[in-house]
Structure formats: C-alpha cells, structure tokens
C-alpha cells in the first residue's frame, strides 16, 4: 500500500462547434453548436444546436443532468423544433422529451421516457393535417463490441417500442417497434480487415398506414439504409408515384471494412431491405 496524492483541475467547460455537409441525395447543410458540460457545479451538461439543410432546419437545446436520483443514472430533457421537407411530405412542428437513462446489466442499457409531438404534416397529394401525439419511448441496448468509435469484435443490439396516442384527423393510437443488431468479425489479427453486418425489423401495430402521420411512417433508403437509394425512396408507391411509407420495414447490410493503411481504406458493401404496406 502506497500513499497516492491527486491533483485535479477543471477543463474548459465550454464548447463552440460548426460543421458542413453534402450527400448527392439530401444536399447541402450546415450545423452550429455551443455546450456548457458543468453548468452548475454537478456536470450538468447544456447543449444548444442548430441545423440548416436543403431537407431539415431545425434548433434543439438538450439538458444532462447526471446522477439523477441514483449514481447511475442520467436525466435528459430536449426540445426541438424546426421544419423538415423531404420529396413526401413537409413537417413543421417542435418535440418535447423527458428521458431516463440508467444500466440494466453487464453492458445493457435501458431508457424510458415521455414525449409530446405537435406538428403540421403536409403529405403530397393529401390535405395539410395538425399531429399531436404523446409517446412512451422505451429503449434496451447492449453494447458488446470492443470500442465505440471503431469495433472491430462484438455484437450491439438496440430494441425500441414507442407507443404513441393522441390525435390526427381523428383518435389515434398505435406502436412503433424497431430491433437493429450489427455485428463485427475480424478477418486478421491486427483487425485492419473486418467483415460487419446489420440487420433490421420494424413493424408499426394499431393503426392503417392511411392513419398515420407520413413523418411516423417507415421508408428506405439513403445513408445509413440501402445506399444506392435516394432518400425515403424504398416505400409503397401512391397513384402519383410518390413513397407513401409503409408499416412493415427490413434491412441487411455487409461490408468489408479494410484498412489499408492507418488512414485509408475501401469498404465495399451489399445492401438489401423491404418497406410494406403490412405491419
């Protein structure tokens, strides 16, 4: 036994950021951010942002609160509001949520939270409908693989469930359930080659796709989806040819991550998935 002495000083504990970016299907945005991580002595964390872009503007401020109640777990409260315009519909509305974020086990995590949605949703070839939904989103993630920035080992798994109930053009309730699970293998020892997958099941029970709101609906396609695909354009076709979303959803991926030196590399991949009409 050693007698240790520590000297301990804050970092800053402000934060500006500003960033920009092109996708050959979304266009041009550009994002601002400023975050305060000790805002009253407890690391408490303060984050405002904004969002510019050809389909979204948007203006978000988020509240951490860490140690909420118990040591392990954290309290987040967000409002966003803004306006998004894709080749379906046109949103304009703001999102309040209050979360709760806690461990459940060895390298599972669990969420549970209330959320209000109030928007005007304008779906091509629809009449402009007002959405006012309160919503339970609930999420279990387990974190299994070996780094968060760049696995190379491991499996992560992440399940929602957000039931939702409110009103649009009538009385509404429904469920929106989405499992996601993406896995990494090595293919050499100095994980510089690695083969991952992605998997993914949606399906929204309770209501007819018709009944929905158009910006709660599944669709495909874009980053992040199956690439190949223009944003939301892997969906149930209306009479005008427009996506109408779908209640059903899935989607594979693999690729080949190589590295091929420490700051190049190619990844070649093969995307797949589906968007139904059915749940």
Same mark, same amino acid.
């Given at each position: 036994?050693?007698?240790?002495t520590?000297?301990?000083?804050?970092?800053a504990?402000?934060t500006v950021?500003a960033?920009?970016?092109? *996708?050959?299907?979304?266009?041009?945005?550009?994002?601002a951010y400023?975050?305060?991580r000790?805002?009253?002595?407890?690391?408490?964390?303060?984050?405002l942002e904004?969002?510019?872009?050809?389909?979204?503007?948007?203006?978000?401020?988020?509240?951490?609160?860490?140690?909420?109640?118990?040591?392990?777990?954290?309290?987040?409260?967000?409002?966003?509001a803004?306006r998004?315009e894709?080749d379906?519909y046109k949103?304009?509305?703001a999102v309040?949520?209050?979360?709760?974020?806690?461990?459940?086990?060895?390298?599972?995590?669990g969420r549970?939270?209330?959320?209000l949605?109030v928007?005007?949703?304008?779906?091509e070839?629809?009449?402009?409908?007002?959405?006012?939904?309160?919503g339970?989103?609930?999420?279990a993630?387990?974190d299994?693989?070996?780094?968060s920035?760049?696995?190379?080992?491991?499996?992560?798994?992440?399940a929602? *469930?957000?039931?939702?109930?409110?009103y649009?053009?009538?009385?509404l309730?429904f469920?929106?359930?989405d499992?996601?699970?993406? *896995?990494?293998?090595?293919l050499?020892?100095d994980?510089?080659?690695?083969f991952?997958?992605?998997?993914?099941?949606?399906s929204?029970?309770g209501a007819?796709?018709?009944?929905?709101p158009?910006d709660?609906?599944?669709y495909?396609?874009?980053a992040g989806?199956?690439?190949?695909?223009?944003?939301?354009?892997v969906?149930?076709?209306?009479?005008d040819?427009?996506?109408?979303?779908?209640?059903?959803?899935?989607?594979?991926s693999?690729?080949l991550r190589w590295?091929?030196t420490?700051d190049f590399g190619i990844?070649?991949?093969v995307d797949?998935?589906?968007?139904?009409d059915? *749940?």
């Amino acid at each position: 036994t050693l007698p240790v002495t520590l000297m301990v000083s804050e970092r800053a504990p402000r934060t500006v950021g500003a960033g920009g970016s092109y *996708s050959s299907t979304e266009g041009f945005g550009v994002n601002a951010y400023w975050e305060h991580r000790n805002l009253q002595g407890g690391g408490q964390h303060l984050r405002l942002e904004g969002t510019l872009a050809q389909i979204e503007q948007e203006l978000g401020v988020r509240y951490r609160v860490a140690g909420f109640r118990r040591a392990d777990q954290t309290l987040e409260l967000g409002l966003a509001a803004g306006r998004e315009e894709t080749d379906v519909y046109k949103r304009t509305g703001a999102v309040i949520t209050t979360t709760i974020e806690r461990p459940l086990a060895h390298r599972w995590t669990g969420r549970a939270g209330l959320s209000l949605d109030v928007a005007q949703v304008d779906e091509e070839g629809e009449p402009s409908a007002r959405s006012t939904l309160v919503g339970l989103p609930l999420q279990a993630l387990y974190d299994g693989a070996d780094s968060s920035l760049d696995p190379a080992r491991g499996v992560r798994l992440r399940a929602r *469930s957000t039931p939702y109930a409110g009103y649009f053009d009538k009385a509404l309730a429904f469920n929106v359930l989405d499992v996601e699970l993406r *896995s990494y293998v090595p293919l050499d020892g100095d994980g510089r080659l690695v083969f991952a997958t992605r998997g993914r099941l949606g399906s929204i029970l309770g209501a007819r796709t018709a009944e929905l709101p158009a910006d709660k609906r599944f669709y495909a396609g874009g980053a992040g989806s199956i690439r190949g695909f223009e944003f939301q354009e892997v969906a149930p076709l209306g009479a005008d040819g427009t996506p109408d979303g779908g209640r059903g959803l899935a989607e594979l991926s693999a690729e080949l991550r190589w590295r091929f030196t420490d700051d190049f590399g190619i990844v070649p991949f093969v995307d797949a998935g589906h968007v139904s009409d059915a *749940s």
